[in-house]
């Protein structure tokens, strides 16, 4: 096979070789890992009664400001009615303005409030400080490695979204 890539050593265990025991350890890390990333926003967030749910909208209305209803339902792969539920709350809490679209009046655009801006900065903070934490300690190999198992892990539609919201803050 030419397109084989050879056998790259980590800690004496072959990357193409992984054991079942190897793999479930490093599933095991990303439920930690997620927990970990995840604690600071959610007591952020309990404050004021939101979810993670909550905080995903915030993120991506904020990478993608004008960002419609569809988009954000696309990327974040749930349905109509939870995200319905989730704009709502956030709508009337203040946080998120939702306009109507000038070419077409039946999309609606959302953009965030200074004060939707001021909440996302604290919840992002938060991430900022753990993953540059991580991150240093890792050391800079280990953070491109780390880049490309994620990306690695994300379906081909996913992988695409990803880059194209990479590639338009960039």
């Known amino acids: 096979m030419s397109d084989a890539r050879p056998a790259q050593s980590f800690g004496g265990e072959s990357l193409l070789f992984l054991t079942d025991e190897q793999l479930r350890q490093g599933i095991e890390a990303m439920f930690f ?6 604690a600071d926003p959610d007591r952020i967030l309990a404050e004021m009664a939101y979810g993670r ?13 004008g960002t419609t ?9 749930v349905t109509k009615q939870s995200l319905n539920r989730v704009l709502r709350t956030l709508i009337a ?11 077409d009046k039946r999309e609606r655009h959302l ?5 939707g801006a001021a909440l996302e900065s604290k919840l992002s903070d938060a ?3 753990r993953m540059r934490s991580a991150y240093k300690e890792a050391g800079p190999e280990a953070v491109a490695g780390f880049r490309q198992v994620l ?3 994300m379906d081909r539609e996913m992988r695409r979204t990803y880059a194209n919201l990479r590639d338009s803050t960039t």
């Open 33 to 38: 890992a997620y927990r970990g990333f995840t």
């Open 53 to 65: 749910a909550h905080h995903r909208a915030i993120h991506f209305i904020n990478r993608a400001p």
């Open 69 to 77: 209803v569809n988009n954000l339902l696309a990327i974040l792969g």
């Open 93 to 103: 809490d203040g946080l998120v303005e939702s306009r109507v679209g000038t070419q």
């Open 111 to 115: 953009f965030l409030t200074p004060e």
């Open 127 to 129: 991430q900022r400080v």
């Open 151 to 153: 990306e690695a892990m």
